[in-house]
Every structure is written in structure tokens, then in C-alpha cells.
């Protein structure tokens, strides 16, 4: 498969880039990596006029440790970089975990952060070649006003597979987004959107230049089952992270990931650990609910009455674990 | 689309070439500078068989990597991989084991493994799995090839004692 044509546009500062992207709407299109967005665009799923390159802006690739403890990862870091980052590997393991199941190895040394969190959605149907979708019936991504996933569903339910969101969302990072007119940060929690095609908060024009990660504090775990252990997009992701006691938590924050046009936060479920605390019957009753919580579609690969079962002793499996872990102040 | 001049060293060879945009180095490297021991696969990022070495000699996909952007840097291919008139270690080691079949996946294979044993000549079954994960071979399977791995890391291994004491 070829690329189609497009203008390249390499920016010298990231100034310079927001004055591109203010300047040509939505006929531009973001790459940092391009593990993305060129396989997209090699299937005709995209075909910006403009592209935009984040790659060579050293003020992308910076991590940071702010005054407050709270660490900035610049959002063109690749993912084998974070990964192998003694900060992230120390202070941050859950999100180490969750990067370095990534892809396989080479798409993590060009896949970067931002385009992790930012990964476009996908389905069964419109994921396929030109020519195979070209015989049938268009969607919300495409020409039509349909989705094939849900039928009579108003939207498109194509799935999110970030395996960097859930566990960002639990540990209440926040990203930036820049533009020309400025930045606005936006937590991680409200930043997708339950729509496969808008699936971020993202408005043209912007680009996500940061996340910040508040400063490591109790536990997390995350946990990611697929078909193959390598190279593969998620059946479904588990990011959880508790403050406090097994007996007493303070804060207990669960995220599912891969289920769903956005990763699923499961309030329900938190309070029930919140109150009971972790113990095996709380753990069931909060395993129960993610399960519940499935919408009964096959968005992807997985048929649902296979990933409800799974996800049920993800859920468990991955709290038992961060149970036992040892408790951080 | 005006094409753009660029300035790429493969195998330590400096080559400058005009490039669209939208050419992927895969491309570049086989059709403008006819070195066509890289392989295009899947062209999709599944594969891995258009693996090369980048600058630090890590693992890139030269099927989603543009031309373009890779003005200035330097990259190495299964045709630099041997070293003088001799084989790599990797390269014979492969042989050894019949670690090839059909072959089209082996150009891919070995730039994974050189880029693993670079840096780790004590590779876990772990480390193999991580490191070659990326690459299909659809023909057979990995036991001949991580066989061959192993091999090749213990012969790099003594050639690090051995440089040692002299």
C-alpha cells in the first residue's frame, strides 16, 4: 500500500506548528510517530492535505519534573524511551506496564505518548481495505450515516484500544492542549468522548503537547488481555489505582479500557471498594459490575459474551494483585 | 507535492535523493537506491520484515517511517550487516540452524536480533520474545530462529571476553 500525496510541513518551533494548524483547519492532520495515522492513511481512512510533523521538536521530547512533584512527559516521547525511563519505571510501574505492552518493539521506539493517548478508534468494519469497504455500505467514518457496529445506533461505536489512556485516567493525569491562541489543561478523566468519530476533546487546531502525571502516590496496577501477547490491540484493558488501606481506601479510582469509544470509568465499582474496602466479596460484586457494564456489541475482534467472561476475571485477578501490593504512603 | 532533496547514509554509504512526501523509506531504499535486501511486506506495520536499524540501532519499520524525515540521519540494512568479507555471527548462526525457510521474513529477523544483541549479548527467553515479537515469519515459526539467537549471543558473548583480556 502507498500513501496518497500530501504537503509536508516540518516546523521549527512548536509555535511555528500551531500557526500551521491554525492556519489550515481541518485539512491538516498531526504525526509524531506515524505508527498511526500513516497506517490510517495507507487504508484511505484519512487523507489530510497537510501533514504535520511533530518529530525534531526537542521541546516535545522533554520530561520534567515540576516544583509540586508532579512530572511533565512531553508528548512526542517515544514509547521505548518512557518505558525504559528510571522515573517511570520507579514511581510510575502501572503506567510502565501499560506502555511497554504497546505494539511490539518497533512500534513503541516510533509510536510516541501523544499518539498513544490520541489513537484512533477502530471496528471490524471500517478497518479494512479500500477496496473491501468500497463494495458495501458507508459509515459515520466514511460517507454514510450509519454505523455498522450498532445498527440503529445515532453514532459511531468503533472501539478505543489505547492502552496509555485507562491507566493515565486512574492516575488523574492531566494533558495539554495547545493552539495558537494558548493552552487549556484538561484532565485525563474528561478527555474522551463516548464517539467513535469525535472520540477526544480535541477541537482543530489544537495539538496535545503534554501529559502531566501528578506526583506517585499509593497504588496502581494495569493489566491488558489480548489474542497474541505481542503486536496486537487490546480485547480489553484494566488500570485501577487505590490511596490508602486494603481496609480503609481513600481514593480508589477503576478504569476499563478497550471496551468502549473511550476508556470506561466505573463509579459504580469504585464506590463499592470505597465502602467495603478490598475484600474478596467487594472485589466480586466490583468485577460483577464491569462486566454489566458491556455494552452486548462486537466493536472489534472479541465476541461480547467471550469478553464480558474475560473482562470479569481481568477485573478480579487485577485487584487481588494490587491488594497484595505493599502499601505507599 | 514538489519533491525534496535529501541527504540519507545507508550502511555508512552517503546517498543524496529526491523524495516526494508520502515515500516511505522502505520505498526510497528499494526503488531509488536499488537496495532491495529489505523487504516490503505487509506495508502495514504488522510484519516487520521491512525492519532496519536506525541511528542508535534500534528496530524501526521502514514501511510507516516517511523518506523525508529522515534527512540527515543514518540507517543500516541487512546488506551492512555483515562485517567485512564474513558473515555477522547472527547471519551464520542463522544458517547453521536452517533458520530460514522460505527467507522473505529473514532480512527482518536478523536486523530485530542484531538490535537485541547490540545492546543484551545474555538475552532471556523473555528479552527473544520482546525483541523478535514484532517480526512474522509466516512459513514456520520462531524455535529454529530463537535456537540461532541464542547461539549467535553466546559467540558474541566470548568475542566480548576475548576482547576484554586483549
Same mark, same amino acid.
Given at each position: 500500500?502507498?500513501?496518497?500525496?500530501?504537503?509536508?510541513?516540518?516546523?521549527?518551533?512548536?509555535?511555528?506548528?500551531?500557526?500551521?494548524?491554525?492556519?489550515?483547519?481541518?485539512?491538516?492532520?498531526?504525526?509524531?510517530?506515524?505508527?498511526?495515522?500513516?497506517?490510517?492513511?495507507?487504508?484511505?481512512?484519512?487523507?489530510?492535505?497537510?501533514?504535520?510533523?511533530?518529530?525534531?521538536?526537542?521541546?516535545?521530547?522533554?520530561?520534567?519534573?515540576?516544583?509540586?512533584?508532579?512530572?511533565?512527559?512531553?508528548?512526542?516521547?517515544?514509547?521505548?524511551?518512557?518505558?525504559?525511563?528510571?522515573?517511570?519505571?520507579?514511581?510510575?510501574?502501572?503506567?510502565?506496564?501499560?506502555?511497554?505492552?504497546?505494539?511490539?518493539?518497533?512500534?513503541?521506539?516510533?509510536?510516541?505518548?501523544?499518539?498513544?493517548?490520541?489513537?484512533?478508534?477502530?471496528?471490524?468494519?471500517?478497518?479494512?481495505?479500500?477496496?473491501?469497504?468500497?463494495?458495501?455500505?458507508?459509515?459515520?467514518?466514511?460517507?454514510?450515516?450509519?454505523?455498522?457496529?450498532?445498527?440503529?445506533?445515532?453514532?459511531?461505536?468503533?472501539?478505543?484500544?489505547?492502552?496509555?489512556?485507562?491507566?493515565?485516567?486512574?492516575?488523574?493525569?492531566?494533558?495539554?492542549?495547545?493552539?495558537?491562541?494558548?493552552?487549556?489543561?484538561?484532565?485525563?478523566?474528561?478527555?474522551?468522548?463516548?464517539?467513535?468519530?469525535?472520540?477526544?476533546?480535541?477541537?482543530?487546531?489544537?495539538?496535545?503537547?503534554?501529559?502531566?502525571?501528578?506526583?506517585?502516590?499509593?497504588?496502581?496496577?494495569?493489566?491488558?488481555?489480548?489474542?497474541?501477547?505481542?503486536?496486537?490491540?487490546?480485547?480489553?484493558?484494566?488500570?485501577?489505582?487505590?490511596?490508602?488501606?486494603?481496609?480503609?481506601?481513600?481514593?480508589?479510582?477503576?478504569?476499563?479500557?478497550?471496551?468502549?469509544?473511550?476508556?470506561?470509568?466505573?463509579?459504580?465499582?469504585?464506590?463499592?471498594?470505597?465502602?467495603?474496602?478490598?475484600?474478596?466479596?467487594?472485589?466480586?460484586?466490583?468485577?460483577?459490575?464491569?462486566?454489566?457494564?458491556?455494552?452486548?456489541?462486537?466493536?472489534?475482534?472479541?465476541?461480547?459474551?467471550?469478553?464480558?467472561?474475560?473482562?470479569?476475571?481481568?477485573?478480579?485477578?487485577?485487584?487481588?494483585?494490587?491488594?497484595?501490593?505493599?502499601?505507599?504512603? | 507535492?514538489?519533491?525534496?532533496?535529501?541527504?540519507?547514509?545507508?550502511?555508512?554509504?552517503?546517498?543524496?535523493?529526491?523524495?516526494?512526501?508520502?515515500?516511505?523509506?522502505?520505498?526510497?531504499?528499494?526503488?531509488?537506491?536499488?537496495?532491495?535486501?529489505?523487504?516490503?511486506?505487509?506495508?502495514?506495520?504488522?510484519?516487520?520484515?521491512?525492519?532496519?536499524?536506525?541511528?542508535?540501532?534500534?528496530? &524501526?519499520? +521502514?514501511?510507516? /517511517? $516517511?523518506?523525508?524525515?529522515?534527512?540527515?540521519? %543514518?540507517? =543500516?540494512?541487512?546488506?551492512?550487516?555483515?562485517?567485512?568479507?564474513?558473515?555477522?555471527?547472527?547471519?551464520?548462526?542463522?544458517?547453521?540452524?536452517?533458520?530460514?525457510?522460505?527467507?522473505?521474513?529473514?532480512?527482518?529477523? &536478523?536486523? +530485530?536480533?542484531? /538490535? $537485541?544483541?547490540?545492546?543484551?549479548?545474555?538475552? %532471556?527467553? =523473555?528479552?527473544?520474545?520482546?525483541?523478535?515479537?514484532?517480526?512474522?515469519?509466516?512459513?514456520?515459526?520462531?524455535?529454529?530462529?530463537?535456537?540461532?539467537?541464542?547461539?549467535?549471543?553466546?559467540?558474541?558473548?566470548?568475542?566480548?571476553?576475548?576482547?576484554?583480556?586483549?
Amino acid at each position: 500500500m502507498q500513501l496518497p500525496q500530501f504537503e509536508y510541513i516540518r516546523p521549527k518551533s512548536l509555535a511555528e506548528g500551531l500557526a500551521a494548524l491554525a492556519e489550515h483547519g481541518d485539512k491538516i492532520a498531526i504525526m509524531s510517530g506515524g505508527s498511526d495515522l500513516l497506517l490510517n492513511m495507507k487504508f484511505r481512512l484519512e487523507g489530510p492535505a497537510y501533514l504535520l510533523s511533530l518529530n525534531g521538536l526537542s521541546e516535545l521530547q522533554q520530561l520534567e519534573k515540576l516544583d509540586d512533584g508532579s512530572l511533565r512527559v512531553g508528548a512526542a516521547c517515544t514509547l521505548t524511551h518512557l518505558a525504559e525511563h528510571t522515573i517511570i519505571k520507579e514511581c510510575y510501574p502501572a503506567l510502565r506496564a501499560a506502555i511497554f505492552v504497546v505494539g511490539s518493539r518497533h512500534v513503541r521506539n516510533m509510536g510516541t505518548i501523544g499518539g498513544n493517548i490520541c489513537l484512533e478508534t477502530r471496528c471490524w468494519y471500517t478497518n479494512q481495505s479500500k477496496i473491501w469497504r468500497d463494495t458495501r455500505e458507508g459509515c459515520f467514518k466514511t460517507d454514510a450515516e450509519q454505523c455498522h457496529v450498532i445498527k440503529s445506533a445515532p453514532k459511531c461505536h468503533a472501539l478505543n484500544s489505547t492502552d496509555s489512556g485507562p491507566i493515565l485516567m486512574a492516575l488523574d493525569a492531566s494533558v495539554v492542549l495547545a493552539s495558537h491562541t494558548g493552552e487549556r489543561i484538561v484532565p485525563m478523566r474528561e478527555f474522551y468522548q463516548n464517539d467513535g468519530v469525535e472520540h477526544t476533546v480535541l477541537k482543530p487546531g489544537e495539538v496535545l503537547t503534554a501529559v502531566v502525571l501528578p506526583p506517585a502516590k499509593g497504588r496502581s496496577v494495569f493489566r491488558k488481555l489480548s489474542q497474541r501477547e505481542g503486536l496486537d490491540f487490546a480485547t480489553g484493558t484494566f488500570a485501577a489505582a487505590v490511596i490508602g488501606s486494603n481496609e480503609q481506601p481513600e481514593s480508589v479510582s477503576l478504569v476499563l479500557g478497550s471496551v468502549a469509544p473511550e476508556p470506561r470509568v466505573m463509579p459504580q465499582a469504585e464506590k463499592i471498594l470505597l465502602e467495603g474496602g478490598l475484600t474478596d466479596e467487594a472485589i466480586d460484586a466490583a468485577a460483577d459490575v464491569a462486566r454489566r457494564a458491556l455494552l452486548e456489541v462486537t466493536n472489534l475482534f472479541t465476541p461480547t459474551f467471550y469478553k464480558k467472561r474475560l473482562i470479569k476475571v481481568l477485573v478480579k485477578d487485577a485487584l487481588l494483585e494490587l491488594r497484595d501490593q505493599r502499601v505507599r504512603g | 507535492m514538489a519533491k525534496q532533496l535529501i541527504a540519507l547514509t545507508v550502511n555508512g554509504d552517503p546517498y543524496e535523493v529526491a523524495v516526494s512526501p508520502h515515500q516511505t523509506l522502505l520505498e526510497v531504499m528499494r526503488d531509488s537506491l536499488n537496495l532491495t535486501g529489505t523487504k516490503r511486506g505487509c506495508t502495514a506495520g504488522s510484519c516487520g520484515v521491512c525492519t532496519v536499524n536506525g541511528e542508535q540501532g534500534e528496530v &524501526i519499520l +521502514s514501511c510507516l /517511517a $516517511l523518506a523525508v524525515e529522515w534527512d540527515g540521519r %543514518s540507517v =543500516t540494512t541487512v546488506e551492512g550487516v555483515e562485517e567485512g568479507n564474513e558473515l555477522h555471527p547472527i547471519q551464520k548462526s542463522f544458517l547453521e540452524h536452517g533458520a530460514v525457510q522460505c527467507g522473505f521474513c529473514t532480512p527482518g529477523l &536478523i536486523m +530485530s536480533a542484531k /538490535a $537485541l544483541l547490540d545492546v543484551n549479548t545474555s538475552p %532471556s527467553e =523473555t528479552d527473544i520474545n520482546e525483541a523478535m515479537a514484532g517480526v512474522i515469519c509466516r512459513c514456520t515459526g520462531h524455535i529454529k530462529v530463537k535456537k540461532a539467537i541464542k547461539e549467535a549471543a553466546s559467540v558474541l558473548r566470548e568475542r566480548e571476553v576475548n576482547h576484554g583480556e586483549s
